[in-house]
């Protein structure tokens, strides 16, 4: 294998508080360990037009507090194909980059095992993704911050549900991961959590129900992860149809859950794994995520961190049923 001495940096996909932190950490261990750094503005779509510009210690000063990405990010069609990523690794040669560092979540490091195995360069991940739901790490970055975002508008979202005595169905972000949705109910004392792990159909919404009021309660907060078919607006209606006695409101939290300064949690996550991917380029890793087991620093392969689904512990269920009543 070639030397490397130039490493490039993207972020992709949905952004995600952290990814600026981790864009600090990768550049500052970069140039730390004697590599040039180029930013690639714009996600793949950056590498595919050559929007790459060189870092310095200063291009990343400031960073750390802000929430979204200094290089942009964007979902890119034209990289989904051969044709897109061979015209990216064009680029790549051209800017002289021996290595590549993408932030992002399943889709983006999907985008970089197909670069590495079509044209033979070293890839590494790290999980900047809101849903935590990359196999492989115990947390994404961006996941904190996003919970605790969730946990302060649904405790407002309390005040007029309980003043009008209302129930409100609270939608947040995690299509096919209920770990914001499973969690955010726990923090914020909601009365139940209707999650992909966890199936709900006709009989567990009349259970909740009548769970959820046996005390004369008549408000409540039930927190659904999107979807398509069955988010906040489904529920909703059917309660509106089944149990008309009952006001209900939705409110769904949508791109809100994105934004904001990131957390400690998540900028040490991205800080610590941002010197992890240096630490993998110089070890001779490829084609790897870098995330955080049981605090220790891991590299999970490309195909394991996109293609296993990340465990649910279905005990969360059993909490938030047991300190819902």
Request: hydrophobic fraction near 35%; charged fraction near 25%.
């Amino acid at each position: 294998m070639a030397k490397i001495k130039t490493i490039g940096i993207l972020t992709s996909g949905g952004d995600a508080p952290g990814m600026n932190a981790a864009i600090r950490a990768v550049t500052r261990a970069g140039i730390y360990n004697g590599f040039k750094v180029k930013g690639v503005y714009h996600g793949y779509d950056g590498l595919i037009n050559d929007e790459i510009k060189p870092f310095t210690t200063e291009s990343v000063s400031g960073i750390i507090a802000h929430g979204g990405t200094i290089l942009k990010t964007a979902r890119s069609k034209q990289f989904t194909t051969p044709e897109g990523r061979a015209k990216a690794y064009e680029n790549i040669k051209k800017e002289g980059i021996d290595a590549l560092v993408v932030i992002g979540g399943n889709g983006s490091l999907t985008g970089a095992m197909k670069l590495a195995a079509e044209h033979d360069i070293c890839c590494i991940g790290l999980p900047g993704t809101i849903d935590n739901d990359l196999y492989g790490t115990d947390s994404t970055i961006g996941y904190d911050t996003t919970l605790n975002t969730i946990q302060a508008c649904v405790d407002r979202i309390r005040d007029t549900a309980q003043s009008h005595e209302r129930i409100f169905f609270i939608e947040v972000m995690g299509r096919d991961a209920g770990f914001l949705a499973q969690n955010s109910a726990i923090a914020t004392g909601a009365e139940a959590a209707i999650i992909p792990e966890d199936s709900t159909d006709v009989d567990q919404l009349t259970q909740f129900m009548q769970r959820g009021f046996r005390k004369s309660k008549r408000s409540s907060i039930v927190i659904v992860s999107e979807s398509p078919k069955c988010g906040a607006m489904y529920y909703a209606d059917r309660v509106h149809k089944e149990f008309p006695d009952y006001d209900v409101r939705v409110s769904i939290l949508g791109h809100l859950q994105r934004g904001g300064s990131p957390s400690a949690h998540d900028r040490i996550l991205a800080s610590r794994t941002g010197v992890g991917a240096i630490e993998a380029i110089m070890q001779g890793q490829r084609n790897v995520m870098v995330g955080i087991r049981n605090n220790d620093i891991v590299y999970v392969p490309f195909s394991e961190a996109i293609r296993s689904d990340k465990p649910f512990d279905k005990k969360l269920i059993q909490v938030l049923d047991e300190l819902s009543i």
